[in-house]
């Protein structure tokens, strides 16, 4: 495992050890009893051409502060409204400066499925994830063993809620097919020294099994789009380029109308 992901992760089973003392598992199915119905992310990405998903986030360890007074009700609104398939909302408060209520401001804020960004290794933060309005978790595949995703991703389908496993190379690509997931994210940055490698999710997309692929990181413009067509690649997870543009609406829809 890299070292800021091994530091990330350890930070996050802390926090979630916090966050059990204080509210029990029964407690947090009780929180999210009232929530509606899973939105589909998969159905929302398998579109013609490049789906967006547009990424709610106000800090990031590659970039720093981002966009602090941000509320994930108002940017979901913006996004939505540029024709965004989904939204992802970091949810990581240490060095995201995100949290899991972000995930309930997001949701009743827009039709669009919310897929929670964090560093999930413990049943305990799928419920969360549920409980809070995710319809789907983010897995990455470099922090976790085979049998922690099938663990993981059983608890996830227990109550509903969709995955997306996170890869960075072709070994752990070579996991997700064996594992079978269906929806799988290419992470183009190497997490040693934040390069972003453009190629990377095109290469690995074109023996990935998976029914979506979704390119992450370094994803910028509608030129950044342009490129992943008439490729493998379903849909491009794009944040902080989104995050630093004083129109969301319009910059949403300009990588929309490049992808279709």
């Not at 995201?96 to 049943?123: H, S, W």
């Not at 997931?181 to 999710?201: H, K, P, S």
Request: aromatic share 4%; hydrophobic share 45%; with cysteine.
């Amino acid at each position: 495992m890299h070292s800021l992901l091994r530091e990330i992760v350890a930070a996050s089973k802390e926090l979630s050890k916090l966050r059990q003392a204080s509210v029990s598992r029964n407690e947090l199915l009780a929180i999210g009893k009232g929530r509606d119905g899973a939105r589909s992310l998969k159905d929302a990405l398998l579109t013609q051409g490049i789906s967006i998903i547009a990424e709610f986030k106000r800090a990031a360890p590659s970039t720093g502060d981002i966009d602090l007074n941000a509320t994930a009700a108002e940017v979901a609104a913006a996004y939505e409204e540029g024709g965004a398939s989904a939204m992802s909302v970091l949810t990581e408060p240490t060095y995201f400066k995100g949290n899991v209520e972000y995930l309930r401001e997001a949701r009743n804020a827009c039709q669009m499925p919310i897929l929670r960004k964090d560093f999930i290794t413990e049943r305990y933060q799928v419920t969360e994830a549920w409980a809070y309005g995710a319809d789907a978790i983010l897995l990455i595949a470099a922090a976790l063993t085979d049998d922690d995703v099938k663990v993981l991703v059983g608890e996830a389908q227990s109550l509903g809620l969709e995955v997306l496993f996170e890869v960075h190379d072709e070994q752990e690509a070579l996991r997700a097919n064996q594992l079978g997931l269906e929806i799988v994210g290419v992470n183009q940055r190497d997490l040693n020294d934040f390069t972003i490698n453009y190629q990377l999710a095109g290469a690995l997309a074109k023996f990935l099994e998976a029914e979506v692929v979704v390119a992450e990181s370094g994803i910028r413009n509608a030129s950044d789009i342009s490129q992943l067509r008439g490729g493998d690649v379903n849909a491009a997870l794009v944040g902080s380029s989104l995050m630093k543009s004083k129109d969301k609406t319009s910059s949403v829809k300009r990588l929309v109308e490049a992808g279709t």
